[in-house]
């Protein structure tokens, strides 16, 4: 686990108005930050550039007490969990949350060690024989984040996880991802423009517009009125 910790970011793409602009933004160690904002407010562009999908145009970014600018993404430790969760469709449950693991090369008594560990945290171990295709919506996006848990990562990035789901499913996902943060204590990242996860889920809120931090407070400081 560890902070991620932001100073005066800026992003530009190519010589246009700049996409986030003077971020300046500290996210505790455990804490579990939402960035809400309208489309386009560079929430996006701001969880990229703390994985290392994008560049950092000028600023410093620390995960813990390295400066991420300076480490290769594939050095960072985080885990991003994208909407559209790809499970490979021939492989097991078992097999799909291993994944990371396999692609490190980590010995098989370790992979089953952490998968079952994984899997009993997500209730999904009558499941893990099962293929994909077989499982419902719900069990789907557990094993995605099955993926991201299992690898221990410093950090949980979620770029709007719910955004493609029904109703139904959605309210399901946020209990739950708010029953595993708090259960796994992990800093979390988690960009939405929908204000009911914004108000449910975080610790606190960031509100971005037009790639400017406006707000940061607790849900209660920035949604209750006085
Ligand atoms: P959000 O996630 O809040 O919808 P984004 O971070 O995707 O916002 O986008 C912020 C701004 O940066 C927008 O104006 C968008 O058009 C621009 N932008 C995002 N990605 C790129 C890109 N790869 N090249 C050029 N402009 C981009
Ligand atoms: P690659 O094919 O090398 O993964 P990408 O452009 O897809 O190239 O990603 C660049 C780097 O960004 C990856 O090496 C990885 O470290 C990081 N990255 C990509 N996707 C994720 C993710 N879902 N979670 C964490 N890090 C990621």
New binding site residues.
Partial sequence: MAAITMQNIVKKYGDGFPAVNDVTLDVQDGEFMILVGPSGCGKSTLLRMI???EDITSGEMRIGDRVVNKIA??ERN???VFQNYALYPHLTVFENIAFPLRLAKTPDDEVRKRVTETAEVLELTEHLERKPANLSGGQRQRVAMGRAIVRQADAFLFDEPLSNLDAKLRGQMRTEISRLQRRLGVTTVYVTHDQTEAMTLGDRVAVLRKGVLQQVGSPRELYEQP
């Fill in positions: 994985v290392g999908l993404p594939r985080l885990s991003m």
